[in-house]
């Protein structure tokens, strides 16, 4: 019998009704034997998420000792939803008071934030009539943050052997020192992959509220296309970029265990939504481009010098002061004489930039030094690109008939993806540029990629 591990994000439980037609789902199926759960979203735009909630408590907590202001919200949410259950006699209040009281003892902001996920999958638990098991008990982390598999997944294979279905909480888990620890945020989408993979599972179903992975943000271009089928690869490249639909990590445990995903919609079960493969099995796809995905706020500093190219150490020297002052860069574009750090605008702010260049200039005396700040990031992915002559030329004829003025250009050396960098202003109308170039009419090709 084949083996399902589902997840259900939190735009799939915000309240009662979404969480009876979760439960649906999973009892439709038998494959389907293991859930992790999300925290409450959002039930309308303007609502609150629980996590946000619990955040705010964790504010309050470290201000005052005690959370009981802000506690009030996530007891009327949680007491909300157990009456549109039915589920008054279960005993959630004993459960949200014992919560309470453990936010306030912890004083931890990762177990406050944590306490979604936990409260959430002790009442959907109690709703299936399935197991309990607590991801703190199956998730570890290293003493370096780093998720440590292999602690957990012998744990997991272990502790979920002989329970036929369990509710596991997404988000958490546990660190190097016995404490609740959380992934970034959407981590859930992590905790589902690991449990997959630590179950050996055939398919792990990621429950969302679109009917699959779309070709652009659907908040910026309306109905995009949907894709059938997406590698491996191409998800990282997007999700990574901004495609959030999937957590940015969500790929590395099943993939190590080529274990499938497919997003589907708890809105529109039937839907087929989108199956995400490793490449080998990926096949042919009629698309040239399977997505566009991007991020905003980034700052390039470009580095210009004569004989770039036979300074030896020039790009290592570079990099080591990114390495002291404890700075990611995000992409280092490079030609013969120049070299450009392109890095989230975030980690540069009060006076930190400066220092930056200054201890650049020090480093290898750059002739040249420019600094573009309010950058967008837009990632172009598709396996198809790399077969098919004059992608770029396309695309990048498009953005200039849009009179959209290419700031930087870097080419994976995967060459499934080419980012443009472009004004913060553009993003949008940069989207929508290359979504109607390679999605509008007449622009499929029929062309084998793999
Ligand atoms: P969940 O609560 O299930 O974790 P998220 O809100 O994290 O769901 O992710 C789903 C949302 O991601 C969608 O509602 C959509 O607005 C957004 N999204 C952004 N880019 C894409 C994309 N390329 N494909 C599908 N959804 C996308
Ligand atoms: N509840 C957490 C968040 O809002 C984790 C998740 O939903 O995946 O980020
Ligand atoms: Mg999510």
Wanted: net charge negative; aromatic share 8%.
């Amino acid at each position: 019998m084949s083996l399902t591990v589902c997840k259900f994000g939190g735009s799939s439980l915000a309240d009662g009704n979404n969480i009876a037609r979760a439960a649906d789902i999973l009892l439709r199926d038998g494959a389907r034997r293991y859930v992790v759960v999300s925290a409450p979203g959002k039930r309308f735009s303007a609502d609150e998420k629980i996590t946000d909630m619990l955040y705010a408590c964790w504010r309050e907590c470290e201000k005052t000792g005690s959370c009981a202001e802000a506690f009030v919200k996530i007891r009327k949410r949680f007491t909300s939803i157990v009456a549109e259950l039915g589920m008054e006699g279960f005993g959630m209040d004993a459960i949200l008071d014992e919560t309470e009281r453990a936010i306030e003892r912890e004083k931890s902001a990762d177990f406050t934030a944590s306490r979604g996920e936990y409260l959430n999958a002790r009442l959907i638990a109690a709703k299936l009539g399935w197991t309990f098991v607590d991801a703190a008990e199956l998730i570890f982390f290293d003493e370096k943050g780093q998720f440590d598999e292999a602690k957990s997944y012998p744990l997991i294979e272990q502790k979920l052997k002989n329970c036929e279905h369990a509710v596991i909480p997404g988000f958490y888990g546990t660190d190097a020192c016995g404490k609740v620890k959380t992934f970034s945020r959407g981590g859930s989408d992590v905790s589902g992959s690991i449990i997959a993979r630590g179950v050996g599972a055939d398919l792990y179903e990621n429950w969302t509220d679109v009917s699959g992975f779309l070709a652009c943000d659907p908040r910026i271009v309306q109905k995009p296309q949907k894709m059938e089928r997406i590698s491996y690869k191409e998800l990282r490249e997007l999700s990574y970029m901004g495609a959030n639909v999937l957590h940015a990590d969500a790929i590395f445990p099943v993939r190590k265990g080529n274990i499938p995903i497919n997003i589907k919609n708890t809105f529109a079960p039937e839907d087929p939504g989108t199956l995400i493969l490793p490449s080998v099995q990926y096949g042919k796809s009629e698309n040239l481009v399977t997505g566009i995905a991007g991020k905003k706020d980034f700052t390039v500093i470009f580095l210009e010098k004569s004989m770039m190219n036979a300074e030896v150490g020039f790009a290592r020297k570079v990099l080591s002061v990114l390495e002291e002052d404890g700075i990611c860069f995000e992409h280092m574009p490079s030609g013969i004489d120049t070299l450009s750090l392109v890095i989230e605008s975030k980690y540069l702010a009060g006076g930190v930039l400066d220092r930056l260049i200054e201890q650049i200039r020090a480093a290898v005396s750059p002739d040249y030094v420019r600094v573009l700040e309010n950058i967008a990031l837009v990632a172009t992915v598709g396996h198809g690109m790399a077969k098919s002559v004059g992608t770029s030329a396309r695309l990048f004829g498009a953005l200039s008939a849009e009179g959209i003025n290419i700031r930087m250009i870097d080419q994976g050396s995967s060459e499934i993806n080419i980012i443009v960098g472009i004004d913060n202003d553009d993003y949008e109308k940069c989207v929508r540029t290359i979504y109607r170039e390679f999605f509008g009419e007449g622009n499929k090709t029929a062309e084998s990629v793999l």
